[in-house]
């Protein structure tokens, strides 16, 4: 694992593989490089791939004082790309990674891109009356502050129940029968640093992307899983209509993590994408 430190003192882990047209894969929130490396060494053969740990998140040391906010993970990503002096890239950006290419583009444009590919996830995760394309459809402020107060309280039960009482029928049944997959996401939850995580909760979703969805001017790849706990179909359409260079693709039988349930057709359709730019 390789290391840069960023402009705040923070050291941020990445690991890198192959040589060819620089992929950069962001994960989502709890999660870290890991998601990736399997994808990352089927890509290799032709692409140089970054599997970075996002500040606050996988084997980065627990840090009271980390940002764990993704304007500073936008941040981050531009370091990363100015330090390895990469032009041409590919961002592929799973929920919370997604939103971290999205403030990238808007803090520092797209001139050092070629592409991007988005997974499931909506520029605004708070709805309101003008806004039905967040969490559930129905996560207003006051819903987000009352989650806020059970994170605080309960971590890792708190975000099993924000995955299980969702838009999945799949996940709803396996989280009323405390499956083995459920206990093993509350054993892997209960060892993250869950002050940080919840900082970056609150920013995930403080934060407002729909305005730069427009000005994307590179091509852009949507996954979205037709049976997402958080995210409707409606999401996917609508960011394809406002994407000038977009193509969606939406898995079957899918969840927030269509890439996992669809691993070779993601991988087929992620590298025709990129071989095509």
Known sequence: ????????????????????RPIIFLHGWTEGANQWLSFAEELAGHCQV??????GHGGHDID?????????????LYQLIEQQQLQGVVLVGHSMGALTAWEYIRRYGSSALSGLCT???????????????????????????????????????????????????????????????FQKMHEYLATLPEAQMVQCWRSLTRIDLREVIPSIDVPVLLIHGDESQF????????????????QLHIYQDADHSPHLWHRELFVSQLSQFVQGL
Not at 126 to 136: M, R, S
Not at 231 to 237: H, K, P, T, V
């Open 231 to 246: 995210y409707s179909q409606e999401l996917a359409r609508w960011l394809s209509e406002q994407i000038p260079q977009a």
């Open 64 to 76: 009271p004082e980390c940002d764990a906010c993704i304007p500073r993970m936008a941040d981050d």
């Open 119 to 181: 997974i499931d996830q909506s520029p605004r995760l708070i709805t309101d009356q003008h806004w039905p394309h967040g969490v559930y459809g129905e996560f207003n402020t006051t819903h987000n502050v009352r989650f806020i107060e059970q994170l605080e309280t309960d971590f890792p039960a708190t975000v099993l129940a924000l995955i299980g009482e969702g838009n999945n029928s799949r996940s709803q049944e396996n989280y009323q029968r405390n499956s083995r997959g």
């Open 1 to 20: 694992m390789e290391f840069f430190t960023s402009t705040d003192g923070t050291d941020i882990h990445y690991q890198v593989l192959g040589h060819g």
């Open 50 to 55: 970054f599997c970075w740990d996002a500040r």
